[in-house]
């Protein structure tokens, strides 16, 4: 038997899916789960609700071997009291129906972000280090911690992992930028739009940003429960940048001209043009030709209207062992949109 049996949680997401990819790599036995009946990865899937205890206690059975946890679910709420409700709710179920098997349970890993330090808030003490102080609560990802550090004093390890706007493959996830950018694109190049940068020119020209590459932070969940490693470590691709440097390098991928900083809502913008998308996924032969399944423009008007510095400090993880961070954000954006295209989400 394989003594080293993850259930991921959140399969489905942009983190879950480069996590799955690297613990296969890494030879482990993998089981995911979520609230869909299906999976877009070959392991063994379990379609269990994690807001019924009920629910997930019919699994037992299948929980008998974990080892570890990987946990990236999430259930946003407007509200942020309701939004850590429910999330601790569902964390700390999935963590007791686990146990009341029997199992052998080890290592909890679980995914938190810039949230936890403040970013959707606008500002906060930059480079962000995992020490900091909390922000005034609540927030989901405190309640999370709380409950790692509550069980890890009855002997079951945990890490929290924090990357910041991962950048991967996914459908259907709120906040994926990457795929983003590729809409937006594309759509610039098929109505002949320079690629002007959606936010103002404080975000575009000031502002320091970091984001995380999903195999990188796939890579990270492995190393962390290979290795044991306890507490909190950011995880970002190991560089800081300006859009406005970056920028000119997208617009040069699409073939269009570089734009100015023009703030719109992406959100309201992309809604009105979703036949238009229709029509250059029909005539592209597209894997999707619905726009909202492949990105949301609510998270691109967060993201490039922040006017402060919004980045990490990774020092902790690369002296405790972690060395996969030195990757150049550009080249990773770079890349998504080479396997969109490969992948035949844009054309």
């Known amino acids: 038997m394989n003594d080293k049996h993850v259930l991921l949680v959140g399969a489905a997401g942009v983190v879950g899916f480069a996590t799955h990819d690297s613990f296969q790599n890494a030879g482990w036995q993998i089981t995911t789960l979520g609230r869909s009946p299906h999976s877009p990865h070959p392991s063994p899937h379990i379609s269990a609700d994690l807001t019924s205890s009920e629910n997930l206690n019919q699994h037992r059975e299948a929980f008998e071997t974990v080892t570890h946890i990987f946990y990236a679910a999430l259930r946003q709420d407007p509200n942020p009291g309701v939004e850590a409700d429910i999330n601790a709710l569902m964390f700390e179920n999935l963590i007791g129906a686990v146990r009341s098997s029997g199992n052998s349970l080890r ?8 949230k936890v330090y403040g970013a959707h808030l606008g500002v906060y003490r930059t480079p962000a280090r995992e020490e900091d102080s909390r922000h005034f609560p609540p927030n989901l990802y405190f309640r999370h911690e709380d409950y790692a550090r509550k069980i890890g004093d009855e002997g079951i390890g945990w890490t929290a992992l924090r990357p910041d706007i991962v950048i991967g493959h996914s459908f259907g996830s709120p906040m994926n930028l990457g795929n983003l950018i590729g809409v937006y694109g594309t759509i ?3 109505t ?11 975000a575009y020209r000031n502002t320091l940003v970091n984001i995380t590459d999903s195999r990188i932070l796939g890579e990270s969940a492995v190393w962390a429960a290979e290795n044991a490693r306890f507490g909190a470590f950011n995880i970002t691709n190991g560089d ?3 859009w406005c440097h970056v ?3 997208l617009a040069d991928w699409f073939g269009v001209p570089v734009g100015e900083a023009q703030p ?3 959100s309201e913008r992309l809604s009105a043009i979703k036949p238009l998308w229709s029509s250059i996924a029909d005539k592209a032969q597209l894997q999707e030709r619905d726009i909202d399944k492949l990105a949301l423009g609510g998270f691109g008007d ?17 002296q405790a062992g972690f060395d996969a961070m030195i990757k150049r954000s550009d080249e990773v954006l770079i890349e998504h949109l080479d396997a969109m295209r490969s992948s035949k989400l844009i054309p």
């Open 302 to 318: 967060f993201i490039f209207h922040v006017k402060k510095d919004a980045i990490f400090d990774v020092t902790k993880a690369r």
């Open 107 to 114: 290592h909890i890993i679980f995914i938190q972000g810039g």
């Open 247 to 249: 920028w000119p390098k």
């Open 188 to 190: 610039c190049r098929e």
């Open 240 to 242: 800081v940048f300006r």
């Open 264 to 266: 719109v809502s992406l």
């Open 192 to 202: 002949a739009t320079a690629l002007h940068f959606p936010g103002p020119d404080d």
